[in-house]
């Protein structure tokens, strides 16, 4: 079974950057779909994006739209997630997870899933 490990969080000033790996082992995850999610104290886990196998297509949440960018390596067998122009409400935990469909963006729509890396923005 393929594991996922996040990787790249910390503490950003907002309005900085930081960028989150997810490295996958145990298989290849070049066919999957790769969902970033998050989840922040005492609020559900929600979805922030989404990226297709061949990196053809991309999907944001719109409260991240425009900030964050996901881009994937299948060589390195690894998936990113670039943070833009940080805001306080991005702190959160921040998770990659596996799909083998497109367009499903639900927690209970993913089953593989890293443990996670937190991510803290001060004002």
């Known amino acids: 079974q393929v594991q996922l490990v996040e990787s790249g969080g910390g503490l950003a000033q907002a309005g900085g950057s930081l960028k989150l790996s997810c490295a996958a082992s145990?298989?290849?995850?070049?066919?999957?779909?790769v969902a970033w999610f998050r989840q922040a104290p005492g609020k559900e886990r929600e979805f922030v994006g989404d990226?297709?196998?061949?990196?053809?297509?991309?999907y944001y949440d719109s409260s991240v739209k425009g900030r964050f960018t996901i881009s994937r390596d299948n060589a390195k067998n690894t998936v990113y997630l670039q943070m833009n122009s940080l805001k306080p409400e991005d702190t959160a935990v921040y998770y990659c997870?596996?799909?083998?469909?497109?367009?499903?963006?639900?927690?209970?729509?993913?089953?593989?899933w890293g443990q996670g890396t937190q991510v803290t923005v001060s004002s």
């Open positions: 997870a596996l799909s083998s469909r497109y367009g499903l963006r639900r927690v209970g729509d993913f089953g593989s």
């Open positions: 145990g298989g290849t995850i070049s066919f999957y779909v």
């Open positions: 990226i297709l196998g061949d990196s053809s297509l991309t």
